[in-house]
């Protein structure tokens, strides 16, 4: 069935390099899509989101690449520091009701 | 966690028992839901509501039921016919505002045991 899907279930990085966290999704009329980080024992928070219409937004030290052709999303962050340590997901909006989760990536921060 | 109480953070309950977590906004959102996260993965949406009054069953609906009376308040049961509870509940928010932006804003979860 359709879903949304993380390349890799865990990414370890040094402290102060970029981190790309991928994600594949498979429905190509999705218009939203969304990535949000869990910390340990917490709700998800929202980080940032993108429209179908858009290739590429940044926000502070994060950027969502959106590459419909193949239909793949990242999240980058730059400079990642100890406290970017979470469980990051993508999620895509399917209407305006519904949003699907994909599995999950974490990210280790090593010092 | 902006607006979204969810008690208790942690409970335990004995099998065969129902159980009600609680969810209450102040956000003023129309629409809110209920998910299960498992260890290690992603969130499975249980049910949702987009007015006072109504609600539908999300994928995994089996075992749970809600209610949306109030605006502010959308709880969920977790019923004894529910074969594996032990899990991790959000409950979530989001603006019903058509045409606006999507996010969802999630409580801090309530960690069900049931042994």
């Known amino acids: 069935g359709e879903s949304v899907g993380l390349h890799l279930p865990t990414l370890s990085v040094q402290e102060g390099d970029n981190s790309i966290i991928n994600c594949a999704y498979s429905?190509?009329?999705?218009?939203?899509f969304i990535w949000y980080k869990q910390e340990s024992g917490k709700g998800p928070q929202f980080i940032i989101d993108i429209r179908s219409n858009m290739d590429k937004r940044q926000g502070q030290r994060v950027t969502v690449l959106l590459n419909k052709t193949v239909k793949h999303l990242s999240l980058q962050i730059a400079a990642t520091q100890p406290g970017d340590s979470a469980v990051y997901f993508c999620?895509?909006?399917?209407?305006?009701?519904?949003?699907?989760f994909g599995a999950g990536t974490r990210l280790f921060v090593k010092a | 966690d902006g607006g979204i109480t969810q008690s208790p953070k942690y409970l335990f309950r004995k099998e065969g028992q129902n159980v009600t977590l609680s969810c209450e906004q102040n956000?003023?959102?129309?629409?809110m839901y209920w998910y299960r996260q498992d260890p290690g993965q992603g969130l499975r949406l249980i049910y949702y509501s987009q007015i006072v009054n109504d609600f539908q069953k999300g994928d995994i609906a089996e075992g749970y039921s809600v209610s949306r009376e109030k605006k502010e308040s959308f709880p969920l049961t977790v019923t004894s016919a529910q074969k594996n509870p032990t899990a991790f509940y959000l409950c979530?928010?989001?603006?019903?505002?058509?045409?606006?932006?999507?996010?969802?804003?999630f409580g801090p979860g309530t960690r069900l045991t049931v042994t």
């Open positions: 979530a928010t989001k603006t019903g505002t058509s045409g606006g932006t999507y996010e969802q804003y």
């Open positions: 956000l003023n959102h129309d629409a």
């Open positions: 429905n190509s009329a999705s218009d939203y």
């Open positions: 999620a895509e909006n399917r209407g305006s009701f519904k949003t699907i």
